[in-house]
């Protein structure tokens, strides 16, 4: 588990990526957002951060610690335009924090927190076990796009009750590893876990 865990869930979140935007990709090319320059740039810049999560997990399975470093690098670049082109789509596309749906409104937390993770991330880099634990929290905060769109796919399934399950499924299965490797769960860990459900509960009251 250890070896692992982190390459399986970065295969794992771009999967689901992939699943969630099939139709930009494959299904329906025609639609208006794909002729949208914001909304190409941005999707653009998301699967390319995946694509490096994959990467980078890939060759620190393989103890390529060296090709880790120098993709690094080129992965906090990627990271600063998640944040830049994300926070441009929220104030293109939503009028107001009144017009945002219940759902939605936490992502502007979460991207804030994403940011803030990233750049601790690359404070820490020397560290590993925080750095790591930064960089996968901070993902973790952007899945509901990822969430609702791939799930919605299913006949039947109750978004409601879906989404918080498997959202919720990931942060315990970085407690699992924890516990497995460190034998207790890491402090990024479950204050991470803790500042999720604040910024639900902050974003439905007010």
Do not use: C
Not at 22 to 28: K, V
Not at 46 to 61: A, E, G, H, P
Not at 122 to 151: D, G, N, Q, T
């Amino acid at each position: 588990m250890r070896k692992y865990y982190f390459s399986v869930i970065s295969i794992v979140v771009l999967l689901l990526s992939l699943l969630a935007f099939s139709d930009n990709l494959i299904t329906d090319v025609g639609q208006e957002s794909n002729h949208d320059p914001k909304f190409v740039i941005h999707g653009i810049i998301l699967l390319l951060w995946m694509v490096i999560f994959v990467i980078q997990t890939t060759f620190i399975r393989k103890d390529n610690l060296e090709a880790h470093k120098k993709l690094g690098i080129a992965g906090m670049i990627v990271a600063a335009g998640v944040v830049i082109s994300t926070f441009y789509i929220f104030i293109a596309t939503y009028k107001g924090w009144g017009n945002l749906a219940f759902y939605a409104r936490p992502n502007r937390f979460f991207m804030v927190s994403f940011a803030v993770l990233i750049f601790a991330a690359y404070k820490y880099r020397k560290i590993p076990e925080k750095h790591k634990r930064l960089i996968l929290v901070a993902i973790f905060y952007m899945l509901e796009p990822i969430l609702s769109r791939s799930l919605d796919m299913f006949v039947d399934v109750n978004l409601l009750i879906s989404i918080p399950l498997v959202w919720n499924a990931f942060f315990i299965s970085l407690f699992v590893y924890d516990w497995v490797t460190i034998r207790k769960v890491h402090f990024i860990s479950y204050m991470g876990f803790i500042w999720f459900y604040a910024v639900w509960v902050i974003s439905f009251l007010t």
